[in-house]
């Protein structure tokens, strides 16, 4: 049996001329029901209490609610067996999802338990009847003020058109949204990383002409380093570009998509509405395409919410609160965490930067932007350096010892010097022995002339090299057979010894008689 919608105005209508002194038929051909419909009406209406004597103003609201209670049929199905069994194993049920135990499982529990219920009707019971799968209500979050905050979110969008080879590649975007006008920004880039969030900032602050008081980001490890509701700790890349830009950065809670509402779910509509179906050959054209779409197409199309459009929203009220713009592009640097090796160089980059011995197999922090890289060991600078290219190696002369340096460098000037701190015929020598083509190959034999040195002395090698020199003889196996054959020379004489006197020389008159008894004795014969 089919019933007929009953609405309210049209049972007030009906209730309303009855209490005029219209009769009933008319009222019937007035509103176009039947007459025994509209005496159905007025027998339910005496029935909640109306009586035609109180006149037009008596069918209140109470009444017509009565009415339409009494007049609506009753709704819905009998219940199946299955639903009667749920309500047999309520306990059963509601236990096992208190504990966290999947609605499936819970099925199969029942079955093998002898108890045959459908998942249709175990889930419609726990639904209704155990608050299954119902979410907590929610309040929408106030709207901020004008320019004060825009929202951050990236995830896959695209793909470009295959290259030569036939391979394709697969993009994603950086997707700002103002979060008053609801105006976006859409920046593709290949990976998610800190330079192209950093860089998806720069093109954002100046599609929007300005800058935004506050960026909401989920914790994305382009940007956030450590996630924590109350304190999260920011990427040192970004941190140092929102101190510099001038912009706070508050990040959301883990797995919270309600913290960052107007954006979280911009992605699929980016990827269906923006880059969906689009022969896009590079990242250069698919920007390109982005910025069009969101000026000429989503920023013309009146916002669900607000009413109005966003690009004009965003122009009328947010462009002139925004900070400026910034005037030049910001040097983004590369945070990294080197060790020094063993040959005292750390790279950074692809490219090698010397540091004091002192810091031999330790891990320092490095930052590198356009110009300088600096090291620093905890919080304390130790190094600088000017930024070279991949493969290229900066050397400061301070951190090596100088002979080992020397050799390194093939520092020929500094051989020929210390070889002249010797004498001068042996500094002679030595540069003799470094002139001509491919001078480095020959530093070897200035080491050996400097080893003669140090077994002959200054002298005797500096004799030998002003002999050599006269006669234009640069062989250093040669001048060390004319320091082995030439005559040493004559040995110092001995310096004669001289005895001291005794320490603890005893008196005469402890070795000797008297005088007075070698008289006696010469007196007396018998003596």
């Not at 998806?200 to 002409?209: D, I, N, T």
């Not at 913290?259 to 022969?279: M, Y």
């Not at 110009?371 to 290219?389: A, G, I, M, S």
């Not at 020959?442 to 002959?456: E, I, N, Q, T, W």
């Amino acid at each position: 049996m089919a019933y007929r919608e009953v609405r309210m105005f049209e049972v007030k209508e009906v209730l309303r001329l009855w209490m005029s002194g219209v009769p009933k038929r008319q009222i019937a051909v007035q509103l176009g029901l039947d007459v025994k419909t509209v005496r159905r009406y007025l027998h339910l209406a005496r029935q909640c209490g109306l009586e035609r004597e109180r006149g037009p103003g008596g069918a209140n609201e109470e009444i017509v609610v009565a009415v339409l209670a009494r007049l609506q049929p009753p709704t819905g199905r009998p219940r199946s067996q299955g639903w009667a069994l749920c309500e047999q194993h309520r306990d059963f049920v509601r236990k096992h999802l208190d504990d966290g135990v999947r609605l499936t499982k819970i099925r199969k529990l029942l079955r093998r338990n002898g108890v045959p219920i459908s998942y249709s009707t175990l889930y419609r019971f726990a639904v209704a009847e155990l608050g299954f799968s119902q979410g907590q209500p929610t309040l929408p979050v106030a709207d901020c003020g004008p320019g004060e905050e825009v929202q951050l979110d990236t995830g896959w969008v695209g793909w470009l058109e295959p290259d030569l080879f036939g391979k394709r590649r697969r993009f994603r975007a950086w997707i700002f949204t103002a979060v008053l006008s609801r105006h976006r920004f859409v920046y593709p880039v290949f990976p998610e990383t800190t330079e192209t969030a950093i860089e998806a900032c720069e093109a954002a602050w100046q599609f929007y002409g300005g800058i935004f008081k506050a960026i909401i980001v989920d914790n994305t490890k382009a940007i956030v380093d450590r996630a924590d509701p109350l304190g999260a700790k920011l990427i040192e890349g970004f941190l140092e570009y929102a101190q510099t830009r001038g912009f706070a950065v508050d990040t959301t809670r883990v797995r919270a998509p309600r913290d960052k509402a107007r954006v979280e779910r911009a992605v699929p509509t980016v990827r269906d509405d923006c880059f969906a179906g689009e022969r896009l050959l590079d990242l250069d054209q698919a920007r390109q395409h982005a910025r069009r779409w969101c000026l000429e197409e989503y920023g013309m199309r009146r916002h669900s919410r607000t009413l109005r459009l966003p690009g004009e929203h965003f122009e009328a009220e947010e462009r002139a609160t925004l900070s400026p713009s910034p005037a030049e592009p910001y040097d983004i640097p590369h945070w990294s965490d080197p060790i020094v090796a063993r040959d005292q160089y750390a790279q950074v980059q692809k490219a090698l930067y010397s540091l004091p011995r002192a810091f031999l197999g330790k891990k320092l922090r490095a930052r590198a932007d356009r110009t300088t890289v600096r090291f620093y060991d905890r919080f304390v600078l130790v190094k600088t350096h000017p930024r070279l290219p991949p493969g290229q190696r900066s050397t400061d002369r301070n951190d090596f010892p100088q002979d080992k340096l020397a050799y390194a460098l093939r520092d020929l000037d500094f051989l020929a010097k210390k070889a002249e701190g010797h004498g001068e015929a042996v500094g002679r020598f030595a540069r003799a022995l470094l002139q001509g083509e491919l001078p480095w190959t020959r530093m070897r034999r200035v080491y050996a002339l400097l080893g003669l040195v140090r077994r002959y002395g200054d002298e005797r090698v500096n004799a030998a090299c002003q002999t050599a020199l006269t006669v234009d003889m640069l062989d250093v196996r040669r001048l060390t057979k004319m320091l082995e054959m030439a005559s040493p020379p004559p040995a110092p004489l001995p310096s004669p010894k001289v005895v001291p006197l005794a320490r603890y020389l005893r008196p005469a008159s402890q070795f000797a008689l008297p005088l007075a008894n070698q008289q006696l004795r010469k007196g007396d014969p018998h003596e």
